[in-house]
């Protein structure tokens, strides 16, 4: 191999690499939050090349030279850092999923907003989880654990692999976790609000004259930031919780693709 094919191929590999690197960094928490500038997510994405290059490097892998199978490379390195990235960011789906009921139980279902983080009309219940849980990952280097988990990927689909499996029925099943998990954080809160709604169905009925509808949703909303205020003190634990399982379906999706 001359110097010019060295080149080349050095070349192409640290593009394969820059591609995965870069549907991760778009995607995933943290690194892929609307406010972060594109500049930065280059920066990112290239600088993790750089260090995880040698690494890819030592295993050698086969690169095409023609054209269209090389395309072919970057579009599969890309769709598997964007798959990577989006089990990962499904923390932020199964925490605005959370909010979402909350929000409907306790009445703030119409004071939606832009959320600044993903740039999309969230709820504010939804909102706050969502940012309270990514300052919760920073400050326990969570981010880490997704750098590593990426770099692990390379041991488990390489570069230019002989075929990949795993088909839908992992994702309609993830699906169906997200929903589960959602329902989970949020039921403490919407339970009791449930129950007061059924005390106040109680009350009106034994009391008819009592004009109920003119305090139920200032109490409603009152009783809910209390109860969002003691749920913060366990949040903790389900950020703990709802991170590892999404690596864990990192992890299974890596596994079942190198089967």
Do not use: C
């Not at 598997?80 to 932020?92: A, H, K, R």
């Not at 993903?118 to 309270?132: D, H, S, Y």
């Not at 689909?157 to 990949?164: F, R």
């Not at 950020?239 to 089967?259: C, H, I, P, S």
């Amino acid at each position: 191999m001359g110097l010019a094919d060295l080149l080349q191929w050095n070349l192409s590999l640290f593009l394969l690499i820059f591609t995965r690197w870069a549907g991760m960094v778009m995607i995933a928490p943290v690194f892929g939050a609307r406010g972060v500038p594109a500049l930065v997510k280059f920066g990112l994405a290239a600088s993790l090349s750089v260090v995880v290059f040698p690494l890819v490097h030592v295993q050698a892998p086969e690169i095409p030279t023609e054209l269209f199978p090389y395309v072919g490379l970057l579009v599969k390195e890309v769709l598997v850092g964007l798959t990577m990235g989006f089990i990962i960011n499904l923390i932020t789906a199964i925490m605005q999923g959370a909010g979402q009921l909350i929000d409907f139980q306790a009445g703030f279902i119409m004071g939606n907003t832009v959320d600044p983080i993903n740039g999309l009309q969230t709820p504010m219940t939804g909102r706050f989880l969502t940012v309270l849980a990514t300052l919760l990952l920073l400050a326990t280097d969570s981010h880490h654990y997704i750098i590593a988990a990426l770099v692990k990927s390379y041991d488990y689909l390489p570069i230019n692999p002989l075929g990949i499996s795993y088909g839908a029925a992992f994702f309609i099943d993830i699906t169906a976790k997200v929903l589960a998990l959602s329902l989970q954080i949020a039921l403490p809160v919407y339970g009791a609000l449930f129950l007061a709604d059924i005390g106040v169905g109680l009350l009106t009925k034994t009391v008819p004259q009592l004009n109920i509808f003119s305090v139920i949703f200032p109490v409603k909303i009152i009783f809910g930031v209390i109860l969002l205020y003691l749920m913060v003190a366990f949040f903790g634990e389900s950020v703990a919780r709802v991170f590892d399982l999404t690596m864990e379906w990192t992890f299974e999706l890596l596994r079942g693709w190198r089967q």
